[in-house]
Structure formats: structure tokens, C-alpha cells
């Protein structure tokens, strides 16, 4: 699947539930000027068209720039950071959500050049999809 680029409108949309039907969202939080937000990118790129994520994860990153106050509404700090979000509940268009930070690498095992590992991020989507 594609990595598509949400506006701040749009993740608005899917934190308060409005989507048209249940669905997982995973969202990257980036910074263009971000070295290891740029060196993760083809990664996760690379794990959001894997074919058993079809259908089950929808994939976004959104400039944090473009939403200043997305560190404090959602409680994460730093870039690069990545947010699952499942849209829950029986009313299309009034879903409710509930958001899980994926959780940051320990200080020794970070990595230096895209604080996440791949297989740290390949893990985290695997319990999302099921």
C-alpha cells in the first residue's frame, strides 16, 4: 500500500472517528529537516506494501509542521515518531479511536541513523494487523 501524506484536517477526521467504516491507521510523524526522519522513510515505505498489510493497515505520515500541537494532543515528543490509531464501534462515521504510540527503542539499541529499527516497525504493524 501507499504512504499517503495526511493534512491536519484529515488526521482530525480519523482521531474523532469519522471514517467511513472501522480501520487501522499507522501514522509517521516526520520533519523534512530530520535526518533520521528522511533515512526512515523508504523503510516504511518498504513495510506498508508488504501484501499482508493490505487490506488490514492504512499508511500516513504527516509534517509535524503542518501540526504543531500533534506532540501534545496525542503525547508523544519527537519526530520520528509513529501512531497507530484503530477506529472502532458499530456508527459509520462516528467511530471511537484509540491511539497507540509505538514505543521508543532503548537508549542503547536506538538506531543512530532512524531511531526505529525496521524489524522493531515490522513488529509493531504484525500486532496491528491482526
Same mark, same amino acid.
Given at each position: 500500500m501507499k504512504v499517503?501524506?495526511?493534512s491536519k484536517e484529515a488526521l482530525d477526521k480519523? +482521531?474523532?472517528?469519522h471514517v467511513k467504516e472501522p480501520a487501522t491507521f499507522v501514522i509517521k510523524f516526520y520533519k523534512p529537516s530530520c535526518h533520521m526522519c528522511n533515512s526512515l522513510s523508504d523503510h516504511y515505505k518498504e513495510? %506498508? %506494501?508488504k501484501d499482508k498489510y493490505q487490506d488490514k493497515i492504512h499508511f500516513f505520515a504527516v509534517n509535524i509542521e503542518d501540526y504543531l500541537s500533534a506532540?501534545?494532543?496525542l503525547g508523544f515528543e519527537g519526530v520520528p515518531t509513529i501512531v %497507530?490509531?484503530?477506529a472502532k464501534g458499530l456508527t459509520p462515521g462516528q467511530y471511537r479511536t484509540e491511539v497507540?504510540?509505538?514505543?521508543d527503542p532503548p537508549d542503547n539499541e536506538t538506531n543512530p541513523? +532512524?531511531?526505529y529499527h525496521p524489524h522493531d516497525m515490522e513488529k509493531f504493524f504484525d500486532k496491528l494487523a491482526r
Open positions: 499517503f501524506r495526511l480519523i +482521531m474523532n472517528g513495510l %506498508a %506494501a506532540e501534545s494532543d %497507530a490509531v484503530r497507540q504510540i509505538m514505543p541513523q +532512524m531511531w
